[in-house]
């Protein structure tokens, strides 16, 4: 068995970037930028008003209170520029400055003192003194010409979207999606929810979770299948994955040492070679990593679901995010909230929260149902505590480590249990 830290430096010895290619905008949603993006245009366009009111000329002075000025134009959004000649615009939010003014003074701030036959305003009294500059929208403001806005490796969400519809860019670059298989083991699995169950078979959970997580993760998944404890079905399934495309393939069950744990020498038979087979870790112990002949990464997780899910998060997760030319994940460390001893000196990755404590401190908190064939206690799930091998006892206040379920998604924060 091999060490958490060695594990993982072999994955991503194995990991390269994947190559870019363009995508639209309205479908970059959840994708990874390749290359950094800077505006080819100013934000706002143009000077505009941040209020519904008059627009005026102050300069250098400042427009008294009680002065009056007429009414010598209005302005709309969307209207182009005009050139004001003296006097006062009335202007709506978002519309372009009048050329020659430099200020804009709210609505509410002026009394109207004489109106055109139609209602509208003729003539204004102003009720504060103005200067330069008030409720205008600078030329740039939010965005100067050719400014850097978007770093690569950054994870698109609605706010880039916006921001780049906003500046007019239809197409971005992206990282491709890393193309990945499913192959779950087990003759007693049934991936029909309609099928009523026989004596010793079990729904297959694994499957599902999987496929919805590695896509959550950035990936997408290509080919997904359910086989036997039957080694030519599993290297037929692995074929039909490898000609769908898929660069990763993960599998489920079968790795430990069991009479029916045959996929060791299924890839040892196809001239795999396994970087590590079994890890200081629990749950997951029996996780198997290697590379397949034609280069694509192989992980065999454990059956167990919560294994499998642990195998996913901690193993495949980084070879994704490595392939999606992201920066390694940093953990939070924070105080666990309650005592535990371990079994064995094994790295342990435990189902939790977070919570704030009564004086307002974020803590780690550990959930009751940590044995990994227990399903249900992954709905109360907010996070992966994970503790070091190198201690048995933690006691309250002990720092650990805290991921997120998912290594694109935000920590869930609880409230004091």
């Not at 030519?232 to 040492?257: C, I, K, Y």
Request: charged share 20%.
């Amino acid at each position: 068995m091999i060490g958490y830290h060695d594990a993982l430096m072999l994955i991503l010895e194995c990991t390269r970037r994947l190559p870019e290619r363009p995508c639209p905008v309205d479908q970059a949603l959840g994708r990874v930028l390749a290359r950094p993006v800077s505006s080819p245009a100013a934000l706002p366009p143009f000077d505009n008003a941040a209020m519904d009111g008059f627009a005026l000329h102050a300069g250098q002075a400042r427009l008294p209170a009680g002065s009056e000025h007429a009414v010598m134009g209005a302005q709309a959004a969307g209207d182009a520029l005009a050139q004001a000649d003296g006097g006062a615009w009335e202007i709506m939010t978002g519309a372009r400055m009048p050329a020659g003014m430099d200020t804009v003074v709210p609505v509410e701030q002026v009394e109207i003192v004489e109106q055109a036959g139609d209602g509208r305003p003729r003539r204004i009294r102003l009720s504060i003194d103005v200067e330069a500059g008030r409720h205008v929208r600078r030329c740039g403001e939010d965005v100067p010409l050719d400014a850097e806005v978007i770093p690569a490796g950054e994870l698109l969400q609605a706010q880039h979207l916006a921001l780049l519809a906003a500046l007019g860019i239809a197409e971005v670059p992206v990282v491709r999606r890393p193309r990945v298989a499913i192959i779950c083991t087990g003759r007693e699995l049934v991936d029909d929810p309609g099928q009523p169950l026989q004596s010793g078979q079990i729904r297959n959970s694994n499957g599902p979770f999987l496929a919805v997580r590695l896509v959550a993760a950035g990936a997408q998944v290509v080919y997904r299948q359910t086989v036997g404890d039957d080694l030519s079905a599993f290297v037929r399934a692995l074929g039909e994955a490898l000609h769908a495309g898929a660069t990763v393939v993960l599998s489920t069950g079968a790795v430990s040492m069991g009479r029916h744990d045959f996929v060791p020498e299924a890839l040892r038979g196809l001239g795999a070679r396994i970087h590590f087979h079994k890890l200081r870790i629990r749950p997951g112990k029996p996780l198997l990593f290697a590379s397949l002949p034609d280069g694509a990464l192989f992980f065999g997780l454990p059956g167990n679901p919560v294994s499998s899910a642990v195998g996913l998060r901690f193993f495949v997760e980084p070879a994704l995010r490595g392939m999606l030319g992201l920066p390694p994940e940093r953990p939070l460390r924070l105080p666990l909230r309650q005592r535990f001893e371990q079994r064995a000196p094994l790295r342990c990755f435990l189902k939790g929260k977070l919570a704030l404590a009564a004086d307002g401190r974020l803590q780690a908190v550990l959930l009751d149902g940590q044995e990994s064939f227990r399903i249900r206690p992954l709905l109360d799930t907010g996070g992966w505590v994970v503790l070091a091998e190198d201690a048995q006892v933690r006691e309250p206040g002990s720092m650990v480590e805290v991921y997120a379920l998912g290594h694109l998604q935000p920590l869930a924060i609880g409230s004091e249990a």
